[in-house]
T-cell receptor, first 114, second 114 residues
Framework: DVKVTQSSRYLVKRTGEKVFLECVQDMDHENMFWYRQDPGLGLRLIYFSYDVKMKEKGDIPEGYSVSREKKERFSLILESASTNQTSMYLC?????????????FGPGTRLTVT | DQQVKQNSPSLSVQEGRISILNCDYTNSMFDYFLWYKKYPAEGPTFLISISSIKDKNEDGRFTVFLNKSAKHLSLHIVPSQPGDSAVYFCAASANSNSGYALNFGKGTSLLVTP
């Protein structure tokens, strides 16, 4: 079974703090993704990576950065957390290759910025 | 602009009846479609998918129908069970972006009542 783990299930941070969200997958997948989920807005893509040290902006990258130093690990960084970044953050991974579309999600991190 | 639309934010169905969840898309390049199910405080889990070369795919109680000319797909759950109560996300991908980002709808919250 594919396993995607996220470092924290719940996190509370103060405005202005630097926040690191970690994601690890154990299936040697090439692609990794960060989404945020908000009520009424569905899943919105923040950043994704298709290889080590590679990153691509998604639909809402502002206020975020990412790091992928190892294939299995993809980190999301909030440089200076703000209250509008309170959300559920979801990490996903998928294999590369034609016809391979399914993404496998972690359990999510519920981040609250006060 | 939202390329995948789920126009019904919620749906309530009696146990044993059919649940029909609808999804529309605007991008004619999409050629692969997926449904994900999400329980509160958990990550989405893959449910069923369909390629654009098919118009129907069935897996147990779940069937997805695709109408390419109408750019419409639907998920049928028969018979519905209380454990099916969750948020369902429709997602789409273009084969040229295989393994890359999925475009998600905003989700439909399904409640199956006993």
């Amino acid at each position: 079974d594919v396993k995607v783990t996220q470092s924290s299930r719940y996190l509370v941070k103060r405005t202005g703090e630097k926040v690191f969200l970690e994601c690890v997958q154990d299936m040697d997948h090439e692609n990794m993704f960060w989404y945020r989920q908000d009520p009424g807005l569905g899943l919105r893509l923040i950043y994704f990576s298709y290889d080590v040290k590679m990153k691509e902006k998604g639909d809402i990258p502002e206020g975020y950065s990412v790091s992928r130093e190892k294939k299995e690990r993809f980190s999301l960084i909030l440089e200076s957390a703000s209250t509008n970044q309170t959300s559920m953050y979801l990490c996903a991974s998928s294999p590369a290759g034609a016809g391979l579309h399914e993404q496998y999600f972690g359990p999510g991190t519920r981040l609250t910025v006060t | 602009d939202q390329q995948v639309k789920q126009n019904s934010p919620s749906l309530s169905v009696q146990e044993g009846r059919i649940s029909i969840l609808n999804c529309d898309y605007t991008n004619s390049m999409f050629d692969y479609f997926l449904w994900y199910k999400k329980y509160p405080a958990e990550g989405p889990t893959f449910l069923i998918s369909i390629s654009s070369i098919k118009d129907k795919n069935e897996d147990g109680r779940f069937t997805v129908f695709l109408n390419k000319s109408a750019k419409h797909l639907s998920l049928h759950i028969v018979p519905s069970q209380p454990g099916d109560s969750a948020v369902y996300f429709c997602a789409a991908s273009a084969n040229s972006n295989s393994g890359y980002a999925l475009n998600f709808g905003k989700g439909t919250s399904l409640l199956v009542t006993p």
